[in-house]
């Protein structure tokens, strides 16, 4: 089976740094795109960027450019999302997601993580 | 950036009703438009893809039609199951976008 597995839901405070992760299985993690989609307490979706774990090829959104880093680990199978520095707005669901077609960054996101709920709190 | 944006924000139906969705793209987008629905805790889920093309295992009541700047979702008879919130996504260029969402709702 096809699936993207995340980490759990974390609870951090302002200020904190913070490393999620996004494990995938059932498919050659190398060679498909691994987006992360953002979603604000009771909004929409927000695409904030996206790796190609075979080289490491990231692209970010510019709104959250210099906010988050993504990263991947091939060796592994896993993808990450990190904070240096949390605030308070950052309190959200985080998904990863998987395009449908080998190699493409744009396309429909066929496979999608179970989220992973931050919530930035003092 | 390309805006997608989708109406009505919300709707109120009923089971066996015809539901129409539509989202508008800011410029042409071909037919790189994707549907997805997501229930309340849910990830969302993939629906249609490139317009009109419907995802695997997705019921056949589920369809898409457009191209270009305009698109439109389609349930043709409403069931309990399909109270939920309906994204569209331009997938033409990057970095890819959705709508703001449309809930339908009893």
């Known amino acids: 089976e096809v699936q993207l597995v995340q980490s759990g839901a974390e609870v951090k405070k302002p200020g904190e740094s913070l490393k999620i992760s996004c494990k995938g299985s059932g498919y050659s993690f190398p060679t498909y795109w691994i987006a992360w989609v953002r979603q604000l307490p009771g909004r929409g979706l927000e695409w904030m960027g996206i790796?190609?774990?075979?080289?490491?090829?990231?692209r970010y959104s510019q709104s959250f450019q210099g906010q988050v880093s993504i990263s991947a680990d091939k060796s592994i199978s896993t993808a990450y999302l990190q904070w240096s520095s949390l605030k308070a707005s950052d309190t959200a669901m985080y998904y990863c997601?998987?395009?449908?077609?080998?190699?493409?960054?744009?396309?429909?996101?066929?496979?999608w993580g179970q989220g992973t709920l931050v919530t930035v709190s003092a | 950036d390309i805006q997608m944006t989708q109406s009505p924000p919300s709707l109120s139906a009923s089971v066996g009703d015809r539901v129409t969705i539509t989202c508008r793209a800011s410029q042409s987008i071909r037919s790189y438009l994707n549907w997805y629905q997501q229930k309340p805790g849910k990830a969302p889920k993939l629906l249609i893809y490139?317009?009109?093309t419907l995802q695997s295992g997705v019921p056949s009541r589920f369809s898409g039609s457009g191209s270009g700047t305009d698109f439109t979702l389609t349930i043709s008879s409403l069931q309990p199951e399909d109270f939920a919130t309906y994204y569209c996504q331009q997938s033409s260029s990057a970095p890819v976008t959705f709508g703001g969402g449309t809930k339908v709702e009893v």
């Open positions: 790796i190609y774990p075979g080289d490491s090829d990231t």
């Open positions: 490139v317009a009109s």
């Open positions: 997601a998987r395009p449908r077609i080998v190699g493409t960054g744009t396309d429909a996101f066929e496979i």
